[in-house]
């Protein structure tokens, strides 16, 4: 019971970022939750290590990342075949880009958060993934490529069309 | 870093942690309940199921090495001919497997438990490792 007191106590301190992880990776919060629930299973597991560890917030994200990616590997092929394939309107997204100083002044704090994640998720799977993970997971563009088993140049197209279509869909909802 | 980067950097920058669903801890905890004891990490065993496990270990060891033994006593004993050089090889075996029974009643008990306790540790410790690096380097890609 003491030990169930203790892991109730760790999750609550990670949940939220194992949970963000995955649900921005996925833009799904089904299988995001789906998916947390298995990286609290692997952490009950491994539990009496994790409870004293510094670096299980390390460990809590790195495993959810992974998960949220073999996830998603089922559709990896095809997410292959979408981001081998070119279209002429997404090459130069042609966006006035605020001076950053001006993003959203506008609309509260909470509102614009909001259009942020809808933002993600309206990303298609391509383009979502590799820019969660440069932007929100701090990993590098070679990182990317090797963990998602996709050329450099062709990560860093995916991240950059991904960027143009983030801001003009939050350019278009007012949010920029 | 072009001005679209630092955007969509400033952006990821501000957006604050989601917040989990109230359901996940419920679901966590009853999924845990539900697993059988056998599923979980053998940190979780019961206690007897711990010891029995050790115990069956122990056996399966001891077996092995009478096997082993027994091999060797059969090779030492039979008298086919043209296997002269099977017979020195079972007699260098033999020599052996007396020597180590010598070291081995030599050694106090204490010493083997422990001795056992720290290879069944290192095996636990390698095995989970393979499994890590497995899972780590292999399935998540």
Partial sequence: MENQAEFAKFMHAYQDMVFSTAARLTGN????????????L????NFPSLRTSPTAGGWLKTVATNLTLNHLSRYRRRWRLF?????DDEDE??????????????????????LVEQALRALPEHQRVPLVLYHFEE?????????????LPKIKTDIQRGRAAMAKWLKKAGAL | MNELEQLIERVARAQP?????????????????????WRRGFSHWPVPARAAFLVASLGFIKLALAGFVSVVDFVHSSDVAGVT???????????????????????????????AAVGFTLYAVLFGLGTFAYRTLYVQR
Avoid at chain 1, 29 to 40: K, L, M, S, T
Avoid at chain 2, 17 to 37: E, H
Avoid at chain 2, 87 to 112: D, K, N, Q, Y
């Fill in chain 1, 83 to 87: 981001s081998e394939m070119r279209r």
């Fill in chain 2, 17 to 37: 942690t989601r917040r989990a669903p109230a359901s996940l801890q419920g679901r966590v905890f009853a999924q845990i309940a539900a697993q059988p004891w």
């Fill in chain 1, 29 to 40: 919060d089904a299988q995001a939750e789906d998916i947390a629930q298995e990286v609290f």
């Fill in chain 2, 85 to 115: 050089a099977l017979h020195r090889t079972g007699e260098a075996v033999s020599t052996t497997v007396s020597l180590a029974e010598m070291v081995f009643h030599a050694i106090p008990a204490a010493w083997l438990y422990a001795g």
């Fill in chain 1, 93 to 114: 997204p042609e966006i006035d880009f605020p001076v950053a100083d001006t993003i959203v002044a506008d609309i509260e704090a909470g509102q614009r958060h909001e």
């Fill in chain 1, 139 to 151: 990993m590098s563009y070679e990182q990317i490529a090797e963990q998602l088993r996709v050329s």
């Fill in chain 1, 42 to 45: 692997k952490a009950y597991e």
